[in-house]
């Protein structure tokens, strides 16, 4: 009898009109910003469709996640460094140097190598520049942002040196045919993105070295106390993100066609936005990579329509610098 | 001001109940015209339902509340108000974006002949109301320009405009600097001298001693009685907050000491500590006392591998650890809890699980995969063991009052079974029913036999636990006691090493 009675009134509290069902609604479904992106990104593709008579055909839509398959790779490996309250400003030299350097292996004119030793090598040397990262940043404890910020120009001038200062074209049909392929009608690059994407996630959920990270990125100190191996983490983190990064390339390459020593520039920073945008925090112990797909996706969703909108190509670099504005300030005051 | 001996607000036998929970049973409470009141007693203890009560947000069961000796109902907020009854919430509420002199005159601005409003007027009588009690703001200045302790000045001041008789304030300087601090004592002091009744609601008993004249405490719902400040100590409070002498809060059953499990020798990192040498046996507690700058939060890093040392050595069941290397020293089954809980001890923006479970993921990781299931259930035995208040292990660390994430910063060794904790001030910003619960924690560990080194600079602590206790000063170890013989003057003559004798024989 008083059991019933305790329970009762506290029933009828939860369900009082004054928020209860919002609050009981909140804890089944909390607004991540996952699902915060999720719907942003829906509602983009509805008034889109609805907009433009061009935006909904599977040719497009297949085009804006081939166009964001290979940032969207750059920007796990960024997330990755990010949760673990570091920064890579290299991402989009290194992944210049594993697409240039393959460029220059494969090509007829210059070294001539078959496909799979000429990916290979590039992938080696590319994350190669990982495990240099941890030595400087782990050994030496340079900060990841000097680190990384030599690093950037330091490989740029590379590229250039290997290939000359020029454009590497002709490339085995071979090696280019694979960013055409579809398999099942999905574009084979749009699987490799998702498929990393996917092992990404299951490292960083449900993996010793993924707890580590996410431990690491809230305070070192706090980690070298529970007795987490400082020195493998570091590496570890450094050389996973330079080898996402030489996949990349790889992958940049064959979608391209061919290399220009520019190739990569600029990455670093929409890797970034791509991250942050998705939750990531540059004090570090948060972000998601689902968050950094969806982030990706925004962005790649953005530049597709201003294109279909016809909207000058010059205004819509702003546009997209201040969604990255706005949509760090709103996670900031839902966070508050 | 002629009938201000007869102005007091009392309430007798208040009773209120919540579904599930006696918040008040029978509480007498009165405060008078120009005298602070202080109201203490644990999370939970009824402070906040009684100010609710008083303030017309709740009505109570039973009970009866009278001002100035006539019996008074108060149904809302509004009767509270018109009544001269106010309070000062954690939380100032003005209107942040208008001026000081606007919040004071909100609904009652004075006019001119046109029906204009008469600024000069306005921002007069504001000053004169700012001066009067000594703050120094400009009128004109907007509220969200201001510090939180101006804020809280402001609330004050417009409190006193509106013939407040009664203010409360609940937990007022928990988001103020220690200068901010000072001032609103000053504050209170004036409203005190205007022959205000003051209710001071704070968790930090060094202020009730500094402000109040009596104090009242609750304990679950309960009143416990009413003191003149001057009639009790901080240790007599306490006990009346947890409803046992504070003996007995440090009443721990002591094992008897078996063999020696960890042995120091020599230890010396120049210029922070030299020669440290200390034997520690298997189901002692070790107090550790020094003031601060002692170096003996230097001398547990160096001792569990945080921080690296010159000489000496360390040995555990007598095999030798290898300095620098936390890892090493958890191998043998050491574990530090940090004195910077929110630094060094606990991933603060992680969940309780990840941090319980953090330094002890070998063991549930085959080829480097969690086991999600065994570490929600690891997680979940210690929550309910340590009896950490969290609704649930997936909360983040951030959000969980101090004892209970000292509590998650102790699990975390428990986890990994560790069997010698160096615990590194354990209690400070911690509430005294953790404190407590803490203290049992302890005696619970060395009767699983585990064996703890308390470092703490509160003496009643170490003293009260302790079976042995070594005290170091300027870096060296100054002189070993054991509990039985130890006493505070003891202690803190060898901890400021004017002991000649000590000084000479070094």
């Given at each position: ?291 950094t ?44 | ?40 007693g ?28 006539n ?32 919040n ?16 000069k007027?306005?921002?007069a ?22 510090s ?82 001057a ?65 003996r ?35 043998y ?35 480097g ?11 979940v ?8 208040r ?15 994430q ?29 404190k ?43 002189g ?27």
């Open positions: 009898m008083s059991t019933s009675e305790a329970a009762q009134p506290t029933r009828i509290d939860e369900e009082s009109p004054a928020g209860g069902t919002r609050a009981k609604l909140l804890k089944r479904f909390p607004i991540t910003t996952e699902l915060t992106l999720l719907v942003i990104n829906v509602v983009i593709i509805v008034a889109m469709a609805l907009l433009t008579d061009t935006f909904l055909s599977t040719y497009n839509i297949g085009n804006i996640f081939r166009q964001a398959s290979v940032i969207g790779i750059v920007a796990i490996s960024s997330t990755l460094v990010i949760i673990s309250a570091g920064i890579d400003l290299s991402v989009g030299s290194v992944t210049g140097l594993s697409a240039m350097a393959v460029a220059v292996l494969m090509s007829e004119a210059r070294v001539n190598m078959a496909m799979w030793p000429a990916i290979l090598i590039s992938m080696v040397a590319a994350t190669a520049v990982g495990v240099y990262h941890g030595f400087i940043i782990y050994e030496v404890r340079l900060p990841p942002f000097i680190a990384t910020l030599g690093s950037m120009f330091v490989l740029r001038g590379i590229i250039k040196l290997i290939s000359g200062a020029q454009t590497i074209a002709h490339l085995p049909e071979k090696y280019t045919d694979f960013s055409r392929l579809d398999l099942l009608g999905v574009p084979a690059l749009v699987l490799v993105w998702l498929l990393t994407a996917a092992i990404i996630h299951y490292i960083l959920r449900y993996t010793r070295f993924g707890r580590n990270v996410y431990v690491i990125g809230s305070s070192e100190e706090v980690a070298r106390l529970s007795g987490i191996r400082m020195r493998l983490n570091i590496y570890g983190i450094y050389i996973l993100a330079a080898f996402l990064c030489a996949l990349a390339g790889v992958l940049l390459t064959a979608r391209l066609s061919s290399a220009v020593p520019t190739i990569g520039q600029g990455y670093e920073l929409t890797a970034i936005a791509a991250a942050v945008i998705g939750g990531a925090s540059l004090s570090g112990a948060r972000g998601s990579v689902l968050g797909v969806l982030g990706t996706l925004l962005m790649s969703l953005i530049t597709n329509a201003g294109i279909h909108l016809e909207i000058d190509p010059f205004l819509m670099q702003s546009i997209t610098g201040a969604l990255l504005t706005i949509a760090v300030v709103i996670d900031m005051m839902r966070q508050r | 001001m002629s009938q201000s001996s007869e102005q007091v607000m009392q309430v007798k036998s208040v009773s209120k109940r919540f579904p599930g929970v006696q918040a008040l049973d029978n509480v007498d409470f009165e405060v008078r015209g120009g005298e602070v009141h202080g109201l203490v644990e999370n939970g203890a009824g402070k906040s339902t009684l100010i609710k009560i008083l303030m017309g947000v709740h009505q109570m069961d039973s009970g009866a509340m009278y001002i100035d000796g019996q008074v109902h108060i149904h809302n907020p509004l009767d509270a108000r018109s009544m001269g009854l106010n309070a000062v919430y954690q939380d100032v509420v003005i209107a942040p974006e208008l001026s000081v002199g606007e004071f005159f909100i609904g009652k601005m004075p006019t001119g002949p046109l029906g204009n409003i008469d600024w007027n306005v921002f009588r504001s000053a004169e109301t700012l001066h009067g009690l000594g703050i120094d703001i400009n009128p004109r200045a907007r509220i969200i320009d201001l939180p302790g101006e804020q809280a000045m402001v609330t004050i001041a417009k409190i006193v405009r509106d013939e407040a008789r009664f203010v409360i304030f609940d937990e007022p300087t928990a988001r103020l600097t220690t200068e901010e601090t000072d001032k609103l004592f000053e504050l209170i002091g004036r409203l005190k001298e205007q022959n205000l009744g003051v209710i001071y609601i704070s968790h930090r008993l060094e202020e009730i001693f500094e402000i109040c004249d009596t104090v009242t405490v609750l304990r679950d719902g309960h009143y416990i009685g009413t003191h003149p400040i009639e009790v100590d901080e240790d007599k409070l306490i006990s009346m907050m947890v409803g046992r002498n504070i003996e007995e809060m440090y009443d721990i059953e002591h094992v008897e000491p078996g063999d020696v499990v960890l042995d120091v020798s020599g230890l010396t990192r120049e210029p922070t500590f030299r020669d440290v040498s200390f034997e520690l046996r298997r189901g002692e507690v070790l107090g550790f006392f020094g003031l601060v700058g002692s170096g939060t230097e001398v547990l890093r160096a001792i569990f591998g945080a921080d690296p040392y010159d000489a000496g050595e360390v040995r555990v069941l007598d095999r030798r650890i290898p300095a620098k290397r936390p890892t090493q020293a958890m191998a089954g050491v574990g530090l809890v940090p004195e910077e809980r929110k630094l060094q001890g606990l991933a603060m923006p992680l969940s309780v699980k990840t941090n319980i479970n953090v330094a002890a993921y070998g063991d549930i990781s085959p080829f995969v969690v086991q999600a299931r065994r570490e929600t259930e690891r997680s035995r210690l929550v309910e063991e340590l009896n950490i969290t609704p649930s292990v997936d909360q983040v660390i951030e959000n969980l009052s101090g004892g209970n000292q509590k998650v910063a102790i699990a975390k060794w428990l986890c990994r079974d560790a069997d010698i904790l160096l615990l590194d001030e354990p209690t400070t910003g911690v509430d005294v029913g953790a407590v619960e803490i203290y049992r924690l302890i005696e619970a560990l060395i009767q699983r036999g585990k064996t703890v080194v308390l470092c703490s600079s509160y003496l009643p602590e170490v003293i009260g636990l302790a079976d042995r206790i070594l005290v170091m000063a300027e870096g060296e170890i100054t070993e006691v054991m509990s039985q013989d130890a006493d505070e003057e003891l202690l803190l003559r060898l901890a400021s090493k004017i002991q000649t004798d000590e000084v000479g024989m070094r």
